[in-house]
């Protein structure tokens, strides 16, 4: 007797959409991150993560930082492989939260990081306003747009549609 050449179909488990956010929010941030330190940190060389010290300092928080997105997006593409592996991905909802993910991620840096903690600036030599503007308000439309995602995947959730 030889075994079947497919294993028999599992049944789609309930869609998990808070997870599917939460898990994609992550990645979102994670890749932010990346793009951040691997443009404005590595190629342009405009700034480090921590400016207010020395260069090695500088470079050590660069180093520190890259460990957290590639931590943040290891762990983000286990726990989004696991809502494939069990059905539970609600795809609406994960494009929500990568958005919601992206936007906070560059706010939170153009905000707290640039204005409030003064970590370090976009760049140096230069009147840093367009420079601000151009981060804050292009973290603000990736916001918006995890927004108006989001409301739309809750209202497709709530009509039954699927997600």
Known sequence: MSAPAHPPAVPAARP???RSMVVCG???AAVMAAVDEIVFHQILGWHHFY????LSVGLLSDGLLHTAELMA????????ADLRRRRTLAPAHAWA??????GTFQLFDGLVDHKLLRLHQIRYGVDVTPYDWAWNLGGLVLL????ALAVRAARRGRTGAAS
């Open 16 to 18: 998990e959409q808070r």
């Open 26 to 28: 992550l990645i979102g």
């Open 51 to 54: 400016d207010r010290s020395t």
């Open 73 to 80: 997006l290891v762990a983000g593409f286990f726990l989004f």
């Open 97 to 102: 939260g990568f958005f919601l993910g992206l």
């Open 144 to 147: 918006l747009i995890g927004l």
